[in-house]
């Protein structure tokens, strides 16, 4: 029996707690989505960055042997040139075991100073799940910088 409230007749609440429970499983849904495709974004911009950072390694090791200037220091100076830095980067990219990435491709492989070179690529991110949250696609670009010392 309920107990007499003095003129009060207290309304019937049964099924009030449904829709908070549908507002926080829409909310979580959501949440999942946005970080799992900023995991997922930051994750291939670290995979574009490794490959990166290897076509420019591969890139400040393409110089020919005749090339090597003794310095007045008496250091050892290996010369650059922008054609041997951009084919050992298209090279190692055509070589590269990553071909995951959408999009890829050679912005640029320089030297800027003839000592060492730098790469730059880019590349397409797509998110793992297609939302209302999250742009279809983002462009990524990265460079990275590499230099020969001789030890």
Known sequence: MRPATKGVELADDRGSILPLIAGFGALALAVVLLVSAATSLYLER??????????????????????VQLTADGELRPR?????????????LAQAPDSRLDGLRLVEATTPDGLSARVTLAAVWAPPVLSVFVPEGIPLQVSATSRSVFG
Not at 80 to 92: D, H, Q, S
């Open 80 to 92: 650059l040139t922008k054609p041997e830095v951009t084919a050992a980067a298209a090279e190692y």
């Open 46 to 67: 670290a995979r574009l960055f490794t490959l990166a950072d290897g076509a420019a390694l591969a890139a400040a090791e393409s110089f020919r042997l005749d090339s």
